[in-house]
């Protein structure tokens, strides 16, 4: 191999590697882990449609996700940009809170984030028109709507739900009810089921409580940076307690709803995750006001929420 050979290779080796890390910082930036939040209620909108027909169109299903995880993405690096007043001061960071510091650690510009949140709204929004385009169900652009200010006006002013303490209610309806009616919507063009809201509840719960347990360690930075977050308002000792309730909550009402019979008896499947919830919960009132103690819970209750989402949506589609 000749010198120039050997000096292409190694360039081609250093643009492959290069590139390979500017991918690795973008998933970081786009914190793609928590796109759990967002696959989960779209898989299960999708799982009713299929146990109430027996039919799923694959394509619409694909797109689905595809818009889901796109705003979601938007959402989270709007959010980075946005919340920076509260991230610059937060010492308490970890990979579930604080952000995904590519701005603090001056990785990534702000204005780079600002433009990848504005493009992923944007691949999101196309997405959903495509859809729109295919099943002529124009429900589907309040849903579209409803769902991109929800993510931007999470931190954005000049709404910023979360310094208003409407966070939690936020999360609770854009990755609950909202991504569990448009998935069904796509695949069945309409929203008259039942079952739509009511499953809907436990993991709506459930992804709150990630949030909720989140701002235990960031409640000190938000309470600087005028973050009213229910932590911040409540305080931790209460808050825990809501905590525990809401856990225990999310099994209740999946447990009421089969008893009623109106969902079928494999819908209890999720149950099993129980043992996970009950060490969360005891780990979390032992440490709840401490910070790098607190964390196993925090990776317990996302958990908790993604493994009880997908089981929940896989025994409606087995049912």
């Known amino acids: 191999m000749t010198d120039v050979s050997i000096h292409l290779a190694a360039q081609d080796e250093q643009i492959q590697s290069s590139f390979i890390q500017k991918v690795q ?45 796109s705003i979601h993405a938007g959402t989270n690096l709007a959010n980075d940009y946005y919340d920076r007043s509260t991230d610059d001061i937060n010492e308490y960071y ?38 729109l385009f295919l099943i002529q169900g124009y429900l589907l652009v309040i849903f579209l709507s409803v769902a991109v200010l929800l993510g931007f006006f999470y931190t954005a002013l000049p709404v910023s739900l979360s310094y208003r303490g409407l966070g939690e209610i936020a999360v609770f ?9 448009s998935a069904y ?18 993991i709506a719960i459930l ?15 938000d309470a600087k940076a005028g973050k009213n977050t229910l932590v911040v308002a409540l305080g931790k000792k209460k ?31 999720p149950i099993i995750t129980v043992p996970v919830a009950i060490k969360a919960v005891t780990h ?23 493994v009880f989402g997908v089981l929940f949506a896989l025994s409606f589609a087995i049912a």
Request: hydrophobic letters at 55%.
């Open 173 to 181: 309806v854009g990755f609950g009810p909202l991504g569990v009616f």
């Open 284 to 306: 979390a009132n032992e440490n709840y006001d401490k910070i790098k103690e607190l964390l196993p819970a925090n990776g317990q209750t996302i958990l908790i929420h993604f």
């Open 25 to 69: 910082i973008w998933i970081f930036a786009l914190r793609a882990p928590f796109f759990t939040a967002s696959i989960v209620p779209l898989l299960l909108g999708m799982a009713i449609a299929y146990y109430e027909t027996a039919t799923f169109d694959f394509i619409l299903g694909l797109l689905t996700l595809v818009a889901g995880v």
């Open 185 to 202: 919507y796509i695949q069945m063009g309409h929203v008259n089921s039942s079952a739509l809201l009511l499953a809907s509840i436990p």
């Open 207 to 221: 992804i709150s409580l990630v949030l909720f347990l989140n701002e235990f360690q960031d409640s000190e930075a």
């Open 94 to 131: 970890s990979q579930f809170n604080g952000g995904s510091r590519m701005i603090q650690n001056e990785i990534i510009a702000p204005r780079k984030i600002l433009i990848a949140s504005i493009l992923s709204y944007i691949i999101g929004s196309i997405t959903a028109l495509v859809i």
């Open 239 to 269: 808050s825990i307690k809501i905590y525990s309730i809401g856990m225990i909550l999310a099994y209740i009402t999946l447990i009421i709803f089969v008893a009623l019979s109106w969902f079928p008896i494999i819908t209890l499947l």
